[in-house]
């Protein structure tokens, strides 16, 4: 197990208090008659995950030279994007969760309509937050539209929900490799990567360094996500700290039903050094090499 | 009763057409492996309604001297945001609601689950069409950005999203006139604004044009609400061709309760008055005045 130089786990903190003083900025709670939902849409989006999505977001923007700053308002909406997905996932009608992230899930507290309305709420704000003012001017209209039309289809039919969309289809069932793969390139994998894209994008990053990012992403994504499955298996419940949108429920132990745990942890490795390996497209990689190793080796 | 003439009634058709033809091409079907929420969203946004606020995107940029083409993929977008909203509405822990349009809902036809899917899909897609690259080859990156943002304002929390929370909030108690009026403008209005605005926007119209339509829509919006509840006290049960997305269930009847018909039948006529006396601002508006007539001394 590796952890965190000291550094870096600093410099994660400090990209997690900035995403939230920005998040708690896009939605605010002052002088609306109708509160409740955007008291539900804060309780779900602030306070709490390590906000892997919206580092990755700053931090690939900062080492294509732009300032994060600038990638603000995409770290939140992508935040934004993912608080609305787990709302619209706890729901009764879908895994019928109570907790997440060690407290009640958004309908417990507020109830089924308001935590549905809540989601869309989000989801709705990621684009008014991409799209707004504050976000064009600091990235110009070219690129507020290129990063606003990346987040909508990573979010859309063709990522995250097609992955949410597969994983309703096989409802428990192990599927096989191919499909495994699929669903966690879409469900999951779809907003890492973006993420990583969106950092480059803000920054006007050339289309070889976009693709670099973009496969680090994909690569670390899956690696993640094995490792997840393993955690699992070895009887390491994850509830804290859990960052990165897996199934409590069903398909969590997937990978080693399939392929069994010395090839999971054979393709943890693999997978972590070609995502490390593509940054070499970037300089100054040290935190994020540090940051997927500290992923897919954590025990919990 | 005004009914349209033959002439505005193709012209409304044409539109319609038109709109369900392209709605269909940015839903696509073909190549999926997940295609039942896919089917889901088209059984939900195709072959339904009179698409009044597509045909007010596609008219408003006429009549603002755009081309009809330019403005389509924005009214397949603002049409996805109707019906995605449709879709959560009906949902058991809204307005659990089993028929709409004639048809059964969507979650009684996929089940709850794919439907909650299928509305984050429509949702997200609405935005996904707005950006996309076919859109903003047709009105160009800055008008793109303006339409998207505009439209992202009017769906979200302070437009439609905002009109159902208060709604929830009343859940069947009869609310004042002013937050009756403000439910109303969000709920229903917020969408119909923004319509308006975006075909004027598309085109590329002055600001003294785009706030004449969307005063316009605002009066328009609220008339036809009030003659909506005026048609549910008169008896008028309504359920096929209905136009606007008004509340089947609770506040159907509020306006004659708060105001009494007498009132009623008064404010209607003034808000008509008022609607087509911002039109004043367009030349060629007779479709528009015809159609607002029609709709707000419709009799189902």
Tied chains: 1, 2.
Excluded at 42 to 63: H, P, Q, T, W
Excluded at 136 to 155: C, I, T
Aim: glycine share 8%; proline share 2%; net charge negative.
């Amino acid at each position: 197990m590796q952890v965190l130089s000291m550094k870096h786990k600093e410099r994660l903190a400090a990209y997690a208090n900035r995403i939230e003083e920005e998040l708690s900025h896009f939605l605010p709670l002052e002088g609306l008659p109708q509160q409740e939902v955007m008291e539900a849409m804060r309780y779900s989006a602030l306070g709490g995950g390590k906000r892997l999505r919206g580092a990755f977001v700053l931090e690939f923007c900062r080492i294509s030279g732009g300032s994060v700053e600038a990638a603000l308002p995409y770290a939140c909406a992508i935040e934004m994007i993912h608080a609305y997905s787990l709302i619209h996932d706890d729901l009764p009608c879908m895994d019928d969760d109570e907790l997440r992230r060690g407290k009640p899930c958004c309908h417990k507290v507020y109830g089924e309509a308001t935590a549905l309305l809540a989601g869309d709420g989000l989801l709705n704000r990621a684009f008014e937050t991409a799209l707004s003012e504050e976000a064009v001017d600091r990235v110009g209209e070219a690129r507020a539209l290129r990063l606003s039309r990346e987040l909508a289809g990573a979010a859309g039919y063709y990522g995250m929900i097609g992955g949410q969309c597969i994983d309703l289809a096989y409802d428990g069932r192990v599927p096989d490799r191919a499909t495994l793969d699929r669903l966690i390139a879409l469900k999951t994998g779809a907003l890492i990567r973006v993420a990583c894209r969106m950092g480059c994008i803000a920054a006007g990053a050339e289309a070889a360094q976009i693709t670099a990012a973009d496969t680090f992403a994909a690569k670390l994504g899956q690696a993640f996500q094995i490792r997840d499955d393993m955690l699992d298996v070895e009887g390491d419940t994850v509830t804290l700290g859990k960052a990165v949108h897996a199934d409590e429920k069903q398909g969590k132990s997937t990978y080693p039903a399939l392929l069994g745990m010395e090839t999971c942890r054979a393709e943890v490795a693999r997978l972590t050094e070609e995502a490390n390996a593509a940054l070499s497209a970037f300089s100054d990689t040290a935190f994020l090499e540090d940051l997927a190793l500290a992923l897919v080796t954590r025990m919990n």
